[in-house]
Every structure is written in structure tokens, then in C-alpha cells.
């Protein structure tokens, strides 16, 4: 689905909106549009792999998929510096998207080969469309979430740098790098709650201590969110 998704709006853009789209991929030094189509897929189904790794606590296998990535554009940036150098001299923005279609492209076949070793995968019962109850509702949810949190704080800039210039995409980034902190604040108020809710579930009131650590993340986000949204 989500390829057919990726081809769909790639082909729309292609042959409805090529001028346009020309323009907006210039600035980054993308190749051409017909370099971008190969881009996302790659990119898709390395994203797919890893997700559904983790998704079935193959967290190793899921990690190693990350580690292609970050190995192979150390390779790349090992090429660059000897025998490809009069390349990357020559283009080096060209020779950095095509690295990077390496790096993924690797990254993809080895998440694809461990996707497909999986036992979830190897012994899937027949395709079904009977859900539980409420299940579409909650995939609605999150993965809309997940979009609208991609689309604001990764394309919202690319749109600002285009509009507009350096100096106003500064203004943007600096404000974002703020809002990081309320949502690090869970994992830093985490150790310091875990020892009071572990106890009190071994005591066997779970819904109390679970409830304290509610209070507590409240109570800490009242403190540090005036402070994040001052600074903003």
C-alpha cells in the first residue's frame, strides 16, 4: 500500500506537475525527477523492513539495518576521499545523493533478507480483513500523527528555506530545537518515577503507582513548558 501510495503521487507529479517540481527539487541538486522515484522506494521498503523488525521485537536485526546505513556512507565518504574523488571534486551534490542511494539500497536488501527470515513472516496465516474492533481507529490515529509530525518538522523548513531565505529558516529551526524538550521530558522523568511505581506494584497497588507517575509527569510538564514556550 504504501509503495503503490509513493508511485501513485510520483506519477502524478511526473506527468501533472513536472515544472513545478523541477523547480522545488533544484535547490537540494536532486538529480531529476525520474531520480527520485527509485529514491523513495528505496527508501520505503528500507523503512518498512526496520519498522517491522522492531514491531516483531527483532531489535537486533532491526538495529543492524541502521548500522548499514551508517557503514555504508562512511564507505561512501571513504570513496570520496580517494578513488572517486575527481567525482565528488566535480559534482559533490550529485555524488552525494547517488552515495546515499547506495547507502539505502544496501540498508534495504539486508532489511528485506531479515524481514523475510522472520518466523512471522515465513509461517503468516491467510490474509484477513476481520480486525479487532477499534483497530482501524487506532491505526488511523497514529500513523496521521506520525505524518503530520514528518510533514512539520522536516518539510516545514525545506518550504521556509524555499520562500524564503537562511535567516528566516534559523528563526524556524531554533524553535523546534526547544520543543524537543517536552518531549524528552518523559524519558528524563522516567528513572525517577520507576522505583516508586515498581514498589508499589509489588505491593500489589499497580493503579496507584501508575497514577503517581501520571501526577509526577504532569507536575514536570507544568514546570518545563512555560520555560520551552519562553524561549520560543
Do not use: C
Amino acid at each position: 500500500m504504501v509503495i503503490a501510495g509513493v508511485i501513485a503521487v510520483w506519477t502524478t507529479v511526473r506527468f501533472s506537475l513536472e515544472t513545478w517540481a523541477s523547480l522545488t527539487l533544484e535547490p537540494f541538486g536532486v538529480p531529476g525527477l525520474d531520480f527520485v522515484l527509485p529514491f523513495l522506494l528505496i527508501i520505503s521498503l528500507w523503512s518498512i523492513s526496520s519498522f517491522f523488525l522492531y514491531g516483531t521485537l527483532n531489535g537486533p536485526q532491526a538495529s543492524f539495518t541502521l548500522r548499514v546505513v551508517v557503514f555504508a556512507f562512511f564507505i561512501v565518504a571513504v570513496a570520496g576521499a580517494g578513488p572517486f574523488r575527481e567525482r565528488l571534486v566535480g559534482d559533490p551534490v550529485a555524488f552525494l545523493w547517488w552515495g546515499a542511494v547506495a547507502a539505502y539500497g544496501l540498508a534495504t536488501v539486508a532489511g528485506l533478507v531479515l524481514l523475510l527470515a522472520t518466523p512471522e513472516l515465513r509461517s503468516r496465516a491467510k490474509i484477513s480483513w476481520h480486525f479487532p474492533a477499534g483497530f482501524w481507529n487506532a491505526v488511523g490515529y497514529t500513523h496521521l500523527a506520525t505524518i503530520i509530525t514528518f510533514l512539520y518538522t522536516n518539510l516545514s523548513p525545506s518550504f521556509v528555506l524555499l520562500s524564503l531565505d537562511r535567516e528566516a529558516l534559523a528563526r524556524i529551526h531554533v524553535p523546534l530545537r526547544y520543543g524537543i524538550l517536552l518531549n524528552a521530558l518523559p524519558l528524563i522523568a522516567s528513572p525517577v518515577v520507576s522505583s516508586t511505581v515498581a514498589r508499589l506494584d509489588s505491593q500489589g497497588e499497580r493503579n496507584r503507582g501508575l497514577r503517581n507517575a501520571a501526577t509526577a509527569m504532569r507536575g514536570s510538564t507544568l514546570v518545563v513548558a512555560p520555560a520551552a514556550f519562553a524561549l520560543i
